[in-house]
Structure formats: structure tokens, C-alpha cells
């Protein structure tokens, strides 16, 4: 059974950096395209960023472009969202997905996805 373990939230001040990492386990990692997506109490679900699973390609959202670096370990199995220059409307629940055939911004091209962490920018 695959899982997607996501770490690396937390309280930020508005200007500062966080670093989110997502293992996956149970499956075999270097068939997956990897994204995160992000999603608020009141919001839909939004697209952040992708990586293919060769990790040639990656794409962002508009709103992160610039200021968001996803990336991937393929020995460790770990994708990474290195997320700089933060701001308070980044705030939101920050989820890792997978899937076989899914480098897209649709996040029900997704198959796997993680429990979710919370990020919070302070102003």
C-alpha cells in the first residue's frame, strides 16, 4: 500500500523560508510524478507545484512562481517544497500527492496523497 508522509510545517513570519519534505513508502517511488497541492478551510483545493518523475520537468503555480523550488531524491524517495519569501496568503493545510500519470495541475490526476501539514505566515 503506498503512503505519503508529509513534514516540515509550521509558524512563520511573513518574509521567512520552510522547507516541506514527503517520503512515500510502499511503493516504487520512481514511477510517480509527485505534486503538492494546498488547500484552506474555506478554499478549494489549489495547485502548487509538480516534478515528473524523472525529475526533468517541474511546473508552479503562478502565485509561487519564483519563490517556490520542488524537488526530489529519488534514493530517499522524498519530494521537497522549498518554499521562500512567504507570505500570509500562503497560509493553508499543505498536501503531497502521486500518481503513475500525473504531471498535471488536476488534482484528481493524483492517486496518493498525504495527510497534509499546516503552514502558517504570520504578518
Known amino acids: 500500500q503506498v503512503q505519503l508522509v508529509e513534514s516540515g510545517g509550521g509558524l512563520v513570519q511573513a518574509g521567512g523560508s520552510l522547507t516541506l519534505s514527503c517520503t512515500i513508502s510502499?511503493?516504487?517511488?520512481?514511477?510517480?510524478?509527485m505534486g503538492w497541492f494546498r488547500q484552506g478551510r474555506w478554499r478549494e483545493r489549489e495547485f502548487v507545484a509538480f516534478?515528473?518523475?524523472?525529475?526533468?520537468?517541474?511546473r508552479y503555480a503562478g502565485s509561487v512562481k519564483g519563490r517556490f523550488t520542488i524537488s526530489r531524491d529519488n534514493p530517499e524517495n522524498t519530494v521537497y517544497l522549498q518554499m521562500n519569501s512567504l507570505k500570509p496568503e500562503d497560509t493553508d493545510v499543505y498536501y503531497c500527492?502521486?500518481?503513475?500519470?500525473?504531471?498535471?495541475?488536476?488534482?484528481?490526476?493524483?492517486?496518493?496523497w498525504g495527510q497534509g501539514t499546516q503552514v502558517t505566515v504570520s504578518s
Open positions: 516534478i515528473t518523475r524523472s525529475g526533468l520537468i517541474t
Open positions: 500527492a502521486a500518481g503513475s500519470h500525473s504531471a498535471s495541475r488536476v488534482g484528481s490526476d493524483y492517486e496518493y
Open positions: 510502499g511503493g516504487t517511488w520512481d514511477k510517480y510524478d
